[in-house]
């Protein structure tokens, strides 16, 4: 079955410097979810998506802003990244209804030089 | 959504059942308890969720008590591959509104032992 897709899996940026992550929902999955996992920390909510329309924020930075796309694409923007947002980006989607059961994608790995 | 209460370790032996508690106290009656679980640095992979009555598919079973107070997620039959850190997270079911995040706790390290 397809699942989740994220890119880059991998990403390396200099302090101040904007990174782009890329989430590609299961097909038919109209909500996208955002989470932060810092090293040796439980995974944080940051931002999630419904129809294209932002539903639900938590603890994300003013420096960073996510979309929805008309595909049900999400980009998550990083600009004047800091050492700290070094982290795993893991997204997930869902079909929005019902008991809405998340799956996540294999992650993005953000290391902030 | 209710908050949960997990041990921070436990080991299995290798072949015989895993049984992951998990305390809910302050649950309420339309949350539902999801498990999911993260091999290191993977993403968390979905396992079961269940609303009052026991569930089962095929990697895992979840019991939950009369009381909706507690559960308890069971592998019959671990695998080192089921080495992970195992998240029992309560949320309530999508009615429409917002709010439906996954707010993972510290989970259970489960170690499978040879």
């Known amino acids: 079955a397809a699942g989740v897709i994220q890119s880059p899996r991998h990403l390396i940026k200099e302090k101040r410097e904007t990174a782009t992550l890329k989430c590609y929902p299961i097909?038919?999955?109209?909500?996208v979810y955002w989470y932060q996992q810092g090293p040796g920390q439980d995974p944080q909510f940051l931002i999630s998506?419904?129809?294209?329309?932002?539903?639900d924020k938590g603890s994300i930075p003013d420096r960073f802003s996510a979309q929805q796309f008309s595909d049900y694409h999400s980009e998550l923007n990083m600009s004047s990244l800091e050492l700290g947002d070094s982290a795993l980006y893991f997204c997930?989607?869902?079909?929005?209804?019902?008991?809405?059961?998340?799956?996540f994608g294999p992650g993005t790995r953000l290391t902030v030089l | 959504d209710a908050k949960t209460t997990q041990p921070p370790s436990m080991d299995c032996a290798e072949g015989r059942a895993a049984n992951l508690p998990c305390n809910h106290s302050?649950?309420?009656?339309?949350?539902?308890v999801y498990w999911y679980r993260q091999i290191h640095s993977q993403g968390p992979q979905y396992i079961i969720h269940g609303l009052k009555n026991n569930e089962t598919n095929e990697m895992a079973s979840l019991i939950i008590t009369e009381d909706r107070k507690s559960s308890t997620l069971i592998l019959p039959h671990a695998t080192l591959r089921d080495t992970a850190v195992y998240y029992c997270i309560v949320r309530v079911a999508r009615s429409g509104g917002s709010n439906y995040k996954l707010t993972f706790g510290k989970g259970t390290l489960l170690t499978v032992n040879p």
């Open positions: 997930a989607s869902s079909l929005g209804t019902g008991t809405d059961t998340q799956y």
């Open positions: 302050t649950i309420s009656g339309n949350e539902y």
């Open positions: 998506f419904y129809e294209k329309m932002q539903s």
């Open positions: 097909p038919r999955h109209d909500t």
